[in-house]
């Protein structure tokens, strides 16, 4: 009795996708962007705390900045958001 392969692939593991935080950062930099969180959520730690800094020596003022980002991050199609921030780790704009 010949037995024969399944040609199923059930064993192997599954090809996902890379994570893309797209949303995720675009909605923390228009709505909480003065705290950095958009940043730690890409893992970009140290501009996180100069966020951070900026926001409370400026007063809020420079809240702008986050608020810029976020409509870029959200503007740019997801491969492009991918290669730039996550990728190539470009830490602003």
């Given at each position: 009795m010949e037995?024969?392969?399944?040609t199923e692939d059930w064993n192997q593991p599954i090809q996902s996708q890379p994570e893309n935080k797209k949303?995720?950062?675009g909605v923390c930099a228009l709505l909480i962007g003065g705290f950095g969180v958009h940043?730690?959520?890409?893992?970009?730690?140290n501009e996180g705390i100069?966020?951070?800094?900026l926001s409370v020596v400026s007063c809020?003022?420079?809240g702008i900045i986050p608020f810029i980002e976020g409509i870029i991050y959200l503007t740019k199609s997801d491969e492009e958001f991918?290669?730039?921030?996550?990728?190539?780790?470009?830490?602003?704009f």
């Open positions: 037995t024969t392969r399944p949303i995720a950062a940043k730690f959520i890409l893992g970009y730690t100069i966020q951070i800094i809020g003022i420079l991918y290669q730039t921030y996550q990728v190539n780790k470009r830490g602003w």
